[in-house]
């Protein structure tokens, strides 16, 4: 479990502690806040704030006065307009806060995510946790003989068995050495900053992370996607319904033109014209590509 | 007067609309939302939501999983300790949306910033409305003789008389004329994204303007400072006081270290050493040039 | 004509003096570095600088010793995938920096794109050149009737050239009292941060701006485009052919899958896969709204 | 020795093909091209591109049309007022490109600095290297008793060997166990994605990054001081040799103003003009904490 008693209290706390505000309220986000949505072993999500509703990205679109809305239908109608068109300001203008604990080979990748705000736990300062990510049995998969950076076949019991023990027992004897080489008893004790170096990538930190929902959109339509690595994507997708339920418009309207829509380039548009047409079209007269051809084909059905 | 009784109206009753939120509140800051403060001749400054407090940027400094607050004292320490010392990710945790109508010449400079997210009113879809910022005499500066982009001496009457004449006669014909061309009145009318190039930088736009706290803290001390424009450090003042409201602790920190503080090059650094000592120094003595001679004298008084 | 006789000297003068250097070259672009295409009436762009080449986004993709070139069949390739599959980070690798002289309407539009690196000439320290945009007759166009930020029909001629007569005589006089208000002949001269106020939108500016490939390409898809406003589309489409002469491979890739491509919305693909079916598919059958409808007609033919 | 005889002979062969440029080229960063500068037991710097030199800071802070360089006294003088005056755009103009060998701790720490282009050597898609960052005993320290993110004494020989001896058994045990996990020999494998979250922090990765000189300089202000972890610092170090060899003049001011400066709070101000006047201030009478006025005596002297 990954919390303990005292934060657990804290947290049952913080839920109680209702005060009045004359900002936009999104109620189905507030009954996120300061919950820890677990992920993995043990990660978890925690909404801490956000700013802004779906009237809110009205509101911007319109440099207007008051809330911004006219209706509920007028403002789907306006946020399906500027999520087709690329307009991305009014988006910019609603910010989710989020406490993420996540293990460190996640947190690299999610890192590379440079427009978002980010505090992380300090290993410099502070002692980690003795927490690992031990995948379960059914996600460890060979590599991909399609992709280079992708999963295949899940492993052989006896091959799934062999992996999980020496992670295991790598990362118990790896967290073992770093805290008799941090240990002040006895001894001066080495610097954190250091020996935090003796840690596997598997070890979990944990951050502050905000970020404006323009941004936020990019991350998932990237990281909750098929090809995402599943222990990310894991966390896009839960990140996706805690979305759903604070800007369900603006959601919704990502969901059908990004995480459901295609690009198609010039030449694909070229072949399903053709198509259309009643024309039967192959790889090799579409001036496509064998890899864009297969593409191509997965997306059109 | 820079609203209508209907902005006004809407203005007033989204001030009585307060909701119970589970967020953290700042008291301060919720004195000044929706409210219009004048600035310049039409202009104004609006706060339209935010996010965080003081207490926030210790949570975020910490990673904690409560409020992050043992006690003011601790958390102005901290923050003080975070500023002194260019932390500037846990002041990245709390923002600030304005609401400002400005000069367009105010907002030429002010989106240089490019840390912030914008959406401005637009003239392509848009009519602008006939306001025109026009300086009151006690402004009217004669170009600095020392200084090549600032202001010296007050004009004279007769020259500033001169001055005003032409700002208003000419934005009051070049508006007559943007509107004379975009008239649908017994002709098609140019197309507004074409009107707008006739009309002079003084005329007022207005846009919503939402930035992370460290960001505003770089502006406010580059825009809030005896060097800046007097158009654009007006606006600078007033967010000053408003984001004292919202964050006093961060605030404080931010008025005594970069506000009141100075920065000294390496040589002025061992000037300094050298005076402490009781030796006299001078600017030929110095190793300094004459500019930074008199920059430095300016400084230590 | 834009450029004086010394700045065509100073620029010949340039493109005489060839040195040694270990870095990538790019023949293409060094054709064009320092002369300046004309654009508009009296606007220009010039090369000023570029970083990287195709094979250069190919090196930081492979994080490679060497060239990273194997063949330029494989660059082809890597590149196209790396454009379909939304990688920016090699992209980002190569830079380029112009020196673009524009109108400030078109400016105000530019500066929107956060993502590059500006010095603009300062109105605060020097004093603008007495240049206006004045359009061609054949680009004076009417408010569109179907698309609010957009142009309908040309003028008639009697109407252009009443649009005509006011943009050249309110130009002329703002920058004659321009002129006069900073004059220092028997006077002190106001302050040039105070006298710009009273320029019309369509004078010109110039600036050196340095963006990053990725997110050159982002400008150009956005103002390329064919919604986009006449007056910035000419200077992306001019930039775009210094881009296909840059970095022949990568602006290829991007003409394909960028410009040339098109995003569908998961509805849209739903449609798509029922009419390659054989069904018919009308808008009241097809889930999209009339708009949505109307633009996905547009997009398949 | 980090590089392979095949990697040596990539590198010499780019150092013999010089081509002809229009550009402006540094004559003492092309000495650095493509050389791998070792840092730490296994890591390097490589320069790959750059772009600009001192008189192109100039030449944009002039928005000019030739080379910007009146003479280089008047460069020196106008960059050290850039700096002074903290203007930033003129230094964003430049740019420079490293390939650079680093731990993966380090990693982390440099990644956090997020105005800069990255490609990260990818282990999804590639097996990382048997290379491990093990410090030499000199190194070794002890946690600081005064500072919570510092080191303080040296390691005892006994207690440093231990130390030495779990680093390195650890991560060749790790490591051991990755290559056998990913091996496809008699099995699947283990996708790589999974089996690098074996490997411990002080492994190394590779990766490319850009960035621009003004962003540059404030990753070297922070990463080249004395309170930055060691390992990062010594890569900051070579940089700055780097960097004073290409641009020789900016680095200048940026050693004087800001590695060699100091920032005092308006309360620090205030004592000096005190004790310059020849008052004898204490702690208690200077209204700073006990910890500001330690770091004000710091800086002093």
């Known amino acids: 479990m990954p919390l303990s008693p005292e934060q657990e209290a804290e947290i049952a706390s913080l839920r109680t502690q209702t005060r009045p505000t004359l900002r936009p309220v999104s109620e189905g986000v507030e009954r996120h806040l300061?919950?820890?949505?677990?992920?993995?072993?043990?990660?978890?999500?925690?909404?801490?704030?956000?700013?802004?509703?779906?009237?809110?990205?009205?509101?911007?679109?319109?440099?207007?006065?008051?809330?911004?809305?006219k209706s509920v239908q007028n403002d789907e109608a306006l946020i399906r307009y500027l999520m087709r068109h690329w307009h991305s300001t009014p988006f910019e203008m609603c910010e989710l806060k989020l406490?993420?604990?996540?293990?460190?080979?996640?947190?690299?990748?999610?890192?590379?995510?440079?427009?978002?705000?980010?505090?992380?736990?300090?290993?410099?300062?502070?002692?980690?946790?003795?927490?690992?990510?031990?995948?379960?049995?059914?996600?460890?998969?060979a590599?991909?003989?399609?992709?280079?950076?992708?999963?295949?076949?899940?492993?052989?019991?006896?091959?799934?068995?062999?992996?999980?023990h020496w992670?295991?027992?790598?990362?118990?004897?790896?967290?073992?050495?770093?805290?008799?080489m941090i240990s002040q008893d006895g001894q001066q004790g080495l610097a954190r900053e250091l020996a935090r170096m003796n840690l596997p990538a598997n070890i979990y930190t944990q951050w502050y992370w905000k970020v404006d929902l323009h941004n936020l959109f990019h991350f998932l339509r990237l990281r909750a996607e098929a090809h995402a690595q599943y222990e990310i994507r894991v966390y896009a997708e839960l990140i996706c319904k805690i979305v759903a339920d604070w800007v369900p418009l603006a959601y919704g309207a990502f969901a059908d033109y990004r995480l459901g829509g295609v690009t198609l380039s010039g030449k694909a548009v070229e072949c399903l014209k053709r198509m259309l047409k009643g024309e039967v079209v192959t790889q090799e007269t579409s001036g496509m590509s064998k890899g864009e051809w297969r593409e191509f084909e997965g997306l059109i059905g």
Chains 1, 2, 3, 4 share one sequence.
């Not at 704030?49 to 207007?64: E, F, K, P, T, W």
């Not at 947190?107 to 031990?134: C, G, K, M, P």
């Not at 992670?167 to 008799?180: G, I, N, P, Q, V």
């Open 34 to 69: 300061y919950l820890a949505h677990p992920v993995l072993d043990h990660g978890f999500v925690r909404v801490i704030d956000y700013m802004g509703d779906d009237a809110a990205i009205c509101q911007a679109a319109r440099v207007s006065y008051g809330k911004g809305t």
């Open 143 to 164: 590599q991909s003989v399609v992709n280079n950076q992708g999963r295949g076949e899940t492993l052989t019991p006896a091959e799934a068995a062999r992996v999980l």
């Open 167 to 180: 992670l295991k027992s790598d990362a118990t004897r790896a967290y073992d050495h770093y805290e008799a």
């Open 99 to 141: 406490h993420v604990k996540l293990p460190v080979f996640v947190a690299r990748q999610w890192i590379r995510h440079r427009t978002a705000n980010v505090n992380e736990y300090s290993a410099r300062y502070s002692i980690l946790d003795r927490e690992f990510y031990i995948p379960e049995e059914s996600t460890l998969a």
